[in-house]
């Protein structure tokens, strides 16, 4: 597999970033191997906890939870997805799945043997890393979702699945930056994965993405304040060109939300591991994000682990909610770990 890797001075002198970085090789599934970058922060011998990003960020979304975290004794371990920020890049959009974006990562985890660990997912930290827990719950002690999901679409009207299908293909025009973001920000649970659909296709088909420019539209648009142009450039940094960026590309076109996807077995035997998880399960979600709104309800119906906790209901924040209420959601996170 052909992947590319980021040069380490697009990464210099980033603004509240001062983590060395660590490194774990994986097996790529083909024969080779990829470089997986994540922050070590905290005292070694602390409760861990693992900070998962979703797309397009990377482990700098974490940069405003990090200190809060450590102040209070706690090691965090962040990191950076395949195709995202310090972590080797894969060079074809093709190469990018949910499956094995869950293989890579729970080869980092068995790499770095890490164990007793309390998940805080978000987006497709959330997806991802609720993946590895079902299917390695001796390694985690605890979940926090926040505003993330574990999509299974095992039925739809087929008028509905063909309606995507067919908007979703080359045939249909690649919709506007403008047109992408009205359907996205009007996401409702009806036919949700319609409206999702304009995201995945203009992501699949743009050449270009504005990584930087789209996170801080979404947390200006959120209420989580305005990003200051050196924290744009850090959203910027892991991609040099567009060549880069096929991980960013690619990922919002896995995610699961129609029945023909190709995990959806996974999916279900996920969720079959969650409908008897009795470790504690908290859900952190803002109140005004269109992408995962209301998608708690279903993790505190269905999750034993989740009945009696103290669920946050975030105010504002929008979906990045670790830029736009970061402090608030590592407070929680303390207090989470601290009560286990």
């Not at 603004?15 to 660590?22: A, K, L, Q, T, V």
């Not at 200190?67 to 310090?86: E, H, S």
């Not at 293989?103 to 997806?127: F, I, K, S, Y």
């Not at 506007?176 to 999702?196: D, Y």
Request: charged residues 20%; proline residues 9%.
């Amino acid at each position: 597999m052909k992947a590319l890797r980021t040069p380490d001075e697009r990464f210099a002198n980033l603004p509240g970033f001062p983590y060395e970085p660590h490194y774990t090789d994986v097996p790529d599934g083909e024969g080779g191997t990829l470089r997986i970058h994540h922050v070590d922060a905290g005292p070694s011998g602390g409760p861990i906890v693992l900070c998962m990003h979703g797309q397009p960020t990377w482990s700098y979304l974490y940069r405003k939870m990090i200190p809060v975290l450590v102040a209070g004794g706690l090691r965090v371990l962040a990191p950076d997805l395949v195709g995202f920020g310090r972590s080797d890049k894969p060079a074809r959009r093709e190469d990018y799945s949910y499956n094995r974006q869950v293989e890579w990562l729970t080869a980092w985890l068995m790499a770095n043997d890490v164990r007793d660990a309390t998940l805080v997912g978000q987006d497709w930290g959330g997806l991802i890393g609720l993946r590895m827990s079902a299917e390695n719950p001796d390694r985690f002690a605890a979940i926090v979702a926040a505003n993330t999901g574990l999509p299974l679409a095992l039925d739809m009207p087929e008028d509905r699945l063909r309606a995507v299908q067919e908007f979703l293909s080359p045939a249909t025009p690649t919709p506007t930056m403008q047109e992408m973001a009205a359907a996205l920000g009007s996401i409702e649970p009806e036919a949700r994965e319609r409206k999702f659909a304009y995201w995945q296709k203009w992501t699949w088909e743009t050449e270009d993405l504005p990584i930087g420019m789209l996170v801080g539209m979404s947390v200006a648009g959120g209420g989580g304040g305005t990003l200051s142009p050196e924290e744009v450039a850090a959203y910027d940094a892991p991609f040099p060109d567009p060549s880069y960026k096929m991980g960013p590309r690619a990922m919002p076109r896995q995610v699961p939300l129609l029945p023909d996807a190709p995990c959806v077995a996974e999916q279900a035997a996920a969720w079959e591991v969650f409908r008897q998880w009795r470790k504690p399960f908290l859900c952190a979600f803002t109140d005004n994000d269109p992408v995962t709104a209301g998608g708690d309800a279903v993790f505190r119906e269905r999750v034993p682990g989740a009945q009696g906790q103290r669920h946050q209901r975030i105010a504002g924040g929008g979906h990045f909610l670790q830029e736009g209420r970061g402090e608030n959601l590592a407070r929680i996170v303390f207090d989470f770990v601290r009560g286990l």
